[in-house]
């Protein structure tokens, strides 16, 4: 399996400002998706990273809150933009080879606070 | 669409008795059927998944899981719970007809008592 690293692991951020979260992969993958978990609830899907094109938004979620970069198969970034206490979670990426059988392997995740 | 449920939040058990945490799925194609655990402050750990075959799957740590396409579950079991299990546990489904997109249920959290 793919060995996934994100940063930072965790933040704090102020009310307003924007942060943007690394994911890294020891291995080229064809799909990388972006996932938040809020505090004591399962994972939503945020967006399916796209390499070269704009990523996929799952509904509720939108480009100018959560802008996505993926500039080639082993990375690619998540920004939480103009933060309110609402954004705290944990943001999870998540990779796999694209085919419906493959497992979803997932990073350690990062663990934002927002005041 | 499809959906996955947990309808239990948490499971309490003693060390060595067997551990069950329940799935149901409901997917309009062929389901693909995955188990993860996340421990406190830790990503989500693959565990198992169920493709096609044999409707009993082993994994990791010693768990296994039984896919029952008549009752659409799929739960996950241990036969001697370890206090180390004590976790959080997501099932998820995939739609074998709709995608990469996996849905997750709400969880079940998993505590072993010595």
């Known amino acids: 399996s793919a060995v996934i690293s994100q940063k930072p692991s965790r933040d704090i951020c102020q009310r307003g400002t924007s942060l943007t979260i690394q994911c890294q992969v020891d291995?080229?993958?064809?799909?990388m998706f972006w996932y938040r978990q809020q505090p004591g609830q399962s994972l939503t899907l945020i967006a399916t990273?796209?390499?070269?094109?704009?990523?996929?938004?799952e509904s509720g979620f939108v480009i100018d809150k959560f802008p996505i970069s993926r500039p080639n198969l082993t990375f690619s970034t998540l920004t939480v933009s103009n933060m309110s206490p609402e954004d705290s979670s944990i943001y999870l990426c998540?990779?796999?080879?694209?085919?419906?059988?493959?497992?979803?392997?997932f990073g350690p995740g990062t663990r934002l606070t927002v005041l | 669409a499809q959906s996955v449920a947990q309808p239990e939040d948490q499971v309490n058990v003693a060390e060595g008795n067997p551990l069950t945490v329940k799935c149901t799925y409901s997917?309009?194609?062929?389901?693909?059927l995955f188990w993860y655990v996340q421990y406190p402050n830790r990503g989500l750990q693959f565990l198992l998944k169920?493709?096609?075959?044999?409707?009993l799957v082993k994994g990791s740590y010693g768990f296994e899981a039984e896919f029952n396409k008549s009752q659409t579950s799929f739960h996950l079991k241990k036969p001697s719970a370890l206090v180390s299990d004590s976790a959080l546990y997501f099932c998820?489904?995939?739609?074998?007809?709709?995608?990469?997109?996996?849905?997750f249920g709400g969880g079940t959290r998993v505590l072993v008592k010595p």
């Open positions: 998540s990779v796999s080879q694209g085919f419906s059988t493959d497992t979803q392997y």
């Open positions: 291995s080229q993958v064809t799909m």
């Open positions: 990273a796209n390499q070269g094109s704009e990523a996929t938004y």
């Open positions: 997917v309009s194609g062929n389901p693909y």
């Open positions: 169920y493709i096609t075959g044999d409707n």
């Open positions: 998820a489904v995939r739609d074998g007809a709709a995608g990469n997109k996996l849905t």
